[in-house]
């Protein structure tokens, strides 16, 4: 529903005359893409409840900042237990800074947000469905969908989740459902310590204020931060950055590690909708003898995008591409490791909408053992997958041959 509602408001605003996702009508924010950063410590989360666990432990722990950006924050047990937290923290002398998207969150009511807001909480809704609630053009298209989590410029947390119900509950990994047994999403996050958390606290303070004045807030220091220089591990950590109008950076390394893998390529995506490049990537490393398998839903979360995505999947399995399609839980991960080295897990999908139009925030580790534990994962996730056959698929009903063939149409807006 929310990638229809984009794609409609992007098309209302173009045929009033607003401002579309090209780049001359974009704000100046030019991505990131940062060193290789030695030093770190990352911790791989796995499903909702092990991520919030972590989270809340970090707030909990908070002195001096937090800043939290994502796409959803709902009106639920788990968005308001987050949202008392935070209340708390503000109260304690904890200074709480929140980047919520409008569209994410249309379903919260303003009252959830305005009790943040009293509370002493400064607040950021991304680009508002209601234009007359902004200071400039209306970018509707434009989406924040990263999720990011900095407590005090000494530990971060970036992946799929949001802050939502459907992560309350564990999901397939780790062990098998028991009959009648509730499940939640499948997702993968990342807690970072390090010198790397400095660049992913400078992610969410470019974002505030390059749009702070379009939304009505205060701007923020942009500077040193202590703590972000300490080393914490032995991992290396590269920070990558993308925002509308600017160096499409997640899309560029994908692009790169895939054109540079020898062994093998696993890449688990909520929503695999490749442009024309990263389609190409792929079938070339099949054609090279790169082992490239995906992990892709197999229960329907957007049927939009679904529908968009299967239809490169005749292409994909011709091509020699393996694809496993998950079983009974929504599948929300955006992971990829390859050749066991080069790894990474962050907020975008594989589609048009995350590498143009969103903003989007992902996290490269370049180490071998963490590549063996995201290729544990990787495999796990396949046990609970199916193989999808190239006969088989070849013998779908045309009714889904026809959505695929429609929602492809919308590809570049979903």
């Known amino acids: 529903m929310r990638h229809f509602l984009i794609a409609f408001m992007w098309l ?13 009508n974009s704000l100046p924010a030019p991505g990131l893409r940062s060193a290789l950063i030695p030093g770190n410590q990352v911790k791989l989360l796995f499903d909702g409840p092990q991520t919030m666990a972590a989270m809340e432990a970090a707030i909990r722990s908070a002195r001096s900042s937090i800043h939290l950006e994502t796409y959803i924050f709902d009106q639920d047990p788990v968005g308001m237990h987050f949202a008392n937290l935070l209340i708390s923290s503000q109260r304690s002398g904890v200074k709480v800074r929140i980047i919520y998207d409008a569209v994410g969150t249309l379903g919260t009511p303003d009252s ?8 002493g909480i400064e607040l950021m809704a991304f680009n508002p469905v209601n234009p007359f609630k902004l200071r400039g053009p209306w970018k509707p298209n434009n989406r924040d969908h990263r999720k990011l989590l900095v407590v005090d410029d000494r530990m971060a947390f970036t992946g799929g989740v949001n802050i939502s119900q459907s992560y309350a509950q564990s999901s397939l990994f ?42 009505g807030v205060a701007a923020t220091t942009v500077g040193r931060f202590p703590g972000g220089g300490a080393a914490a591990g032995q991992q290396t950590v590269q920070v990558v950055a993308s925002e509308p109008g600017g160096l499409q950076e997640v899309h560029a390394v ?27 990537a792929l079938l070339d490393a099949a054609k090279r003898g790169v082992d490239a398998q995906l992990v892709l839903p197999g229960v329907i979360e957007s049927g939009m995008v679904f529908y968009a995505g299967q ?6 399995l011709e091509g020699g591409l393996r694809i496993f399609l998950m079983r009974e839980v929504v599948l929300h991960a955006k992971t990829a490791v390859i050749d066991g080295r080069w790894s990474t897990v962050g907020t975008a999908n594989m589609d048009t909408r995350s590498f143009l139009h969103n903003s989007e925030v992902n996290v490269i580790v370049i ?44 590809g570049y807006w979903l």
Request: charged residues 25%; glycine residues 4%.
């Open 311 to 316: 239809s490169y999947f005749e292409e994909m």
């Open 12 to 24: 209302l605003s173009y045929l009033v005359g607003g401002c579309s996702s090209l780049p001359g």
């Open 112 to 119: 959830f947000f305005d009790t943040l807001k009293e509370a």
């Open 367 to 410: 180490d071998t053992s963490f590549g063996s534990a995201m290729e544990a994962a990787f495999n796990e996730d396949r046990k609970d997958s199916d193989e999808l056959l190239l006969p088989h698929w070849r013998e779908r009903p045309t009714m889904n041959r026809i959505r695929e063939w429609l929602y492809r149409r919308f």
């Open 174 to 215: 780790h062990y098998k459902a028991s009959k009648g047994r509730a499940l939640g999403w499948r997702d993968t996050h990342l807690q970072v310590q390090g010198p790397a958390v400095a660049v992913l606290q400078t992610v969410f303070l470019r974002t505030w204020n390059a749009h702070a004045a379009r939304a």
């Open 254 to 280: 994908y692009i790169e590690a895939i054109r540079h893998a020898r062994q093998r390529i696993y890449l688990t995506c909520a929503y695999l909708v490749p442009d024309e490049e990263m389609l190409q």
